[in-house]
């Protein structure tokens, strides 16, 4: 234990209202990004927050100190696009120097994957999510706002990131693909048999209506069902057994299949009986739910002199205030919370 880690004191974890616990942190590291998804990244663009707005290193540290401290055992860095952080590598060396050691955890686009790889690796990072929408090189460039050839060179580097990540053997390896109608529904299939040859994890999305100023398209909307009927076609599903602490997705594998599938229907079937979260945005606002407008203003107790004590009572505050489950679904849905880009999904 290093003699700043404060110690989970018996009864310090983090419980909500509802009598769940709470051990998993996700972390936007930045609000920077090299793509500029369409259900993600508002059509016009959107603004850069000035760099000062932004969580440092040392603040970023500090608050997962803490949140360990409460019993927060899964941090995941997400953003933006985390692999754009410069001190990144610093950022999870402190993480991993913790005590106890969270497990560490990423979410990419995958395109500067390759090569920061080994220094993933070397910090002990255990799972990468990859998002990736689609197969196909064309399709990716349009999703991605990247247009036709960027967006192949983009999708090749993607590519050679996951399989780089695979061949490593030392990584999980989760692919993250939000289901949208009339955009990717053809894909599924395609998403599905990779999981046949390929010891990886397939998570197929609900499109979410976050971040007010990207809107939501209703007609985008595809429901988990929809994606699990397509591939009940290509085999005989089995359910998977839920582990402790595993998240929202409901698991399956295709018989013989090296890797499994997973739904997340965010909308159609609530899954937040099982959260188990809380979340921080790149300019520091701890976010009980992912589609609440409430926020709790770390960066100005961390900025302000408050003291670690202050910062736990921070996280206990925003645990407090999680609600009971979200109210959107596919009919009746309201853009709410922070922009995806700035809190990470
Ligand atoms: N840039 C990284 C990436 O794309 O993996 C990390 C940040 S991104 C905001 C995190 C996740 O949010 C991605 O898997 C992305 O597909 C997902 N996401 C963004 N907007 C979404 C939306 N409106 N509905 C569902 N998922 C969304
Ligand atoms: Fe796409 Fe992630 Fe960037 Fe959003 S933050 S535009 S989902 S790559």
Redesign the pocket.
């Known amino acids: 234990m290093t003699s700043s880690t404060p110690k989970a004191a018996p009864g310090a974890a983090l419980y909500d209202g509802f009598g769940r616990r709470l051990h998993y942190l996700r972390m936007?590291v930045t609000d920077r990004?090299n793509?500029s998804?369409t259900?993600?990244m508002p059509q016009q663009g959107l603004a850069k927050l000035p760099q000062g707005q932004i969580l440092t290193l040392e603040e970023l540290a500090r608050v997962a100190r803490v949140a360990v401290g409460l019993g927060v055992d899964k941090i995941r860095l997400?953003?933006?696009?985390?692999l754009l952080r410069r001190d990144l590598k610093s950022l999870l060396a402190r993480l991993s120097a913790l005590e106890p050691r969270p497990d560490l955890r990423l979410?990419?686009?995958?395109r500067l994957l390759t090569d920061n790889l080994a220094m993933l690796l070397e910090l002990g990072v255990s799972t990468v999510?990859?998002?990736l929408?689609t197969l196909d090189p064309q399709r990716y460039g349009a999703i991605t706002g990247l247009g036709v050839e960027e967006g192949a060179r983009a999708f090749a580097q993607v590519w050679a990131g996951i399989q780089a990540a695979l061949k490593s053997g030392r990584l999980a390896v989760k692919l993250?693909?939000?289901l949208l109608a009339g955009v990717n529904e053809d894909q599924i299939a395609g998403f599905a048999r990779l999981t046949l040859t390929l010891p990886l994890a397939v998570r197929f999305?609900?499109?979410?209506?976050?971040?007010r100023q990207?809107g939501?398209l209703p007609q985008r909307f595809l429901a988990a069902e929809q994606a699990l009927a397509i591939i009940r076609g290509l085999g005989d599903l089995q359910p998977l057994p839920a582990r402790p602490g595993d998240g929202p997705a409901q698991r399956y594998a295709l018989p013989g299949a090296q890797g499994e599938l997973g739904v997340i229907g965010?909308l159609s079937s609530h899954f937040c009986a099982t959260c188990n979260r809380l979340r921080l945005s790149a300019e520091g606002l701890l976010v009980p739910c992912l589609f609440s407008g409430q926020a709790l203003d770390l960066k100005a107790i961390l900025r302000g002199g408050g003291s670690d004590g202050e910062l736990a009572q921070a996280l206990r505050a925003a645990a407090a205030q999680k609600p009971r489950h979200h109210l959107q679904t596919p009919l009746d849905h309201r853009p709410s919370g922070c922009q995806?880009?700035r809190?990470?999904?």
């Open positions: 936007s990004c793509l998804c259900y993600c997400t953003g933006g696009e985390p979410t990419t686009n995958g999510n990859i998002s929408d993250n693909v939000v999305i609900e499109y979410m209506p976050v971040g990207t939501f965010a995806m880009s809190l990470g999904g």
